[in-house]
């Protein structure tokens, strides 16, 4: 059971390039998330998604697209990198249970610099 | 909007000490839940304990409790007898309650440093 695994690690990009962030979980949830980590800011919510083939805007989502075709992995993509995104990004997971004590289980991050 | 503040950049305290981590949040909301992370060097991000809004009795789990004053909007976090795995990132977080609010609102964290 590796839990929420993310590809890849590390990863530099130029300005204009594109790429995506492959995030899979293997615990049958059902939502998932993507947030940026940024230094003294915390961490923000880009893109999440309640279900198979559904996402939905987050707290910064410019620059960037997700798609959720299949239950276990969610992508983040970034078709311009920007400087800006600059960052390190983590997944993360959590069951559909009512009452919302859904703890949400989160990969081990990915590393992003664009120069 | 929810919004969560930790005024506490930084800490530092001496093994096998008591630390309290601070941290308040504003919201309308009346049913919520908060959440402390630990994030150590790993960079995993690690629940260490959560609050229901709803509950008067603080949570508590091994070494780590909180203080959750709800009128206050504070949920402070503290750490008995400290060890050396204990240094990291702790950043607290805002979640409301109900189906489709599933989403974090995270501070902007609280380093935390062990010292020998």
């Known amino acids: 059971n590796a839990g929420v695994t993310q590809t890849p690690k590390f990863r530099v990009l130029k300005t204009g390039q594109s790429m995506t962030l492959l995030c899979a979980q293997d615990m049958n949830h059902e939502y998932m998330y993507w947030y940026r980590q940024d230094p003294g800011m915390g961490l923000r919510l880009i893109h999440y998604s309640v279900g198979e083939g559904t996402t939905a805007k987050g707290e910064v989502p410019d620059g960037y697209n997700v798609s959720r075709l299949k239950k276990q992995n969610f992508l983040l993509g970034l078709e311009s990198a920007a400087p800006s995104q600059t960052s390190v990004y983590f997944c993360?997971?959590?069951?559909?249970?009512?009452?919302?004590?859904?703890?949400?289980?989160f990969g081990p991050g990915t590393r992003l610099t664009v120069t | 909007a929810q919004t969560v503040t930790q005024s506490q950049p930084e800490m530092s305290v001496q093994e096998a000490e008591t630390v309290t981590l601070s941290c308040t949040y504003d919201t309308s909301e009346s049913n919520y839940y908060l959440f402390w992370y630990k994030q150590p060097p790993s960079r995993q991000m690690i629940l260490v304990i959560r609050?229901?809004?709803?509950?008067?009795q603080n949570a508590t789990e091994n070494r780590f409790s909180v203080n959750f004053q709800k009128a206050a909007k504070s949920f402070s976090l503290k750490i008995s007898d400290s060890q050396l795995g204990d240094t990291a990132m702790y950043f607290c977080a805002f979640m409301k309650r109900g189906f489709g609010n599933e989403k974090l609102t995270f501070g902007t964290g609280t380093r935390l440093t062990i010292i020998p």
């Open positions: 609050q229901e809004a709803y509950k008067q």
């Open positions: 993360a997971s959590s069951r559909l249970r009512t009452g919302g004590q859904n703890e949400q289980y």
